[in-house]
């Protein structure tokens, strides 16, 4: 993890369910879930507050350590994230959106906006689709990453989990945290398999420049060059790149080390 976490200088955190669990909130699609578990659509999420994982979380990105949090949760948990650097893909359940002025505003209920247009949550549900123009912002941002970092999602719901796909078709990097095992895990450089806390507390540990604790469930090793090269010069668009990833992050070119 120190050697991702030190030469990325572009991260990018994408979150999911699993982060929420600490809260008390069920994410339903994890092995072994309880018969009879309601959905984050059927509770009161206004009664759960965040957490010491959505509280790490919120350090790292308002620190600019990581550029950007993109989430499918509804919740509402990662309110203490920047706003300018929070895309909330699936909606956020306390908030609101008019279809006539498109002004976002806080969800009490009402369901006019005061120009009169038809207010609504902003909240996906399974039969709609997510805010074009959010997601293809979100698009931008994977494009422009150098280390993905994914925890507590199955990666199961679509178009979300088509974002990965767009870090590894350029070769780019990704870590992958959540309990149980993923489509994603065998092209990720790492996975891990352990509490988000636990691995967040690690990333922490490496930025001050300490040793990390948890060990990874497993590693995809990184190209066996000369690490003294931190970076390279694109033969194609003469984009300077570190020593990894494989390939040009700005036109996909191989790298000459590869």
């Known amino acids: 993890m120190d050697l991702l976490l030190n030469y990325s200088k572009k991260v990018v955190f994408l979150t999911g369910a699993g982060c929420s669990t600490s809260a008390g909130i069920p994410d339903y699609r994890g092995l072994g879930k309880?018969?009879?578990e309601k959905s984050a659509r059927q509770l009161d999420l206004t009664l759960y507050?965040?957490?010491?994982v959505h509280n790490l979380i919120a350090d790292f990105v308002n620190s600019g350590k990581v550029r950007h949090l993109l989430t499918q949760n509804i919740d509402d948990l990662h309110r203490d994230v920047h706003p300018d650097k929070l895309s909330e893909i699936h909606g956020n359940h306390s908030k609101g959106r008019c279809h006539s002025c498109g002004t976002v505003m806080s969800w009490t209920g009402h369901k006019s906006?005061?120009?009169?247009?038809?207010l609504t949550q902003?909240?996906?549900?399974?039969?709609?689709?997510?805010?074009?123009?959010?997601?293809?912002?979100?698009?931008?941002?994977?494009?422009d990453a150098d280390l993905l970092i994914i925890m507590g999602t199955?990666?199961?719901?679509?178009?979300?989990?088509?974002?990965?796909?767009?870090?590894?078709?350029?070769?780019?990097?990704?870590i992958m945290v959540n309990r149980d095992p993923t489509e994603i895990d065998p092209?990720?450089?790492?996975?891990?398999?352990?509490?988000?806390?636990?691995?967040?507390?690690d990333m922490e540990r490496v930025y001050n420049k300490e040793s990390p604790k948890v060990k990874p469930y497993a590693i995809r090793e990184l190209p066996k060059w000369d690490n003294t090269i931190k970076v390279w010069s694109c033969d194609f668009c003469t984009t300077e790149n570190r020593f990894y990833p494989d390939c040009c992050e700005a036109c996909?070119?191989?790298?000459?080390?590869?």
């Open 122 to 143: 902003t909240v996906v549900d399974f039969d709609t689709s997510v805010d074009p123009v959010m997601f293809k912002a979100a698009e931008k941002i994977v494009d």
């Open 113 to 118: 906006c005061p120009c009169g247009g038809r």
């Open 187 to 201: 092209a990720a450089r790492m996975v891990y398999r352990c509490d988000i806390y636990d691995f967040l507390e």
């Open 252 to 258: 996909g070119s191989a790298c000459p080390g590869s």
């Open 49 to 52: 507050k965040p957490t010491k």
């Open 154 to 174: 199955s990666l199961k719901v679509t178009p979300f989990n088509l974002l990965p796909g767009r870090m590894l078709k350029r070769g780019g990097n990704i």
């Open 34 to 36: 309880p018969s009879g």
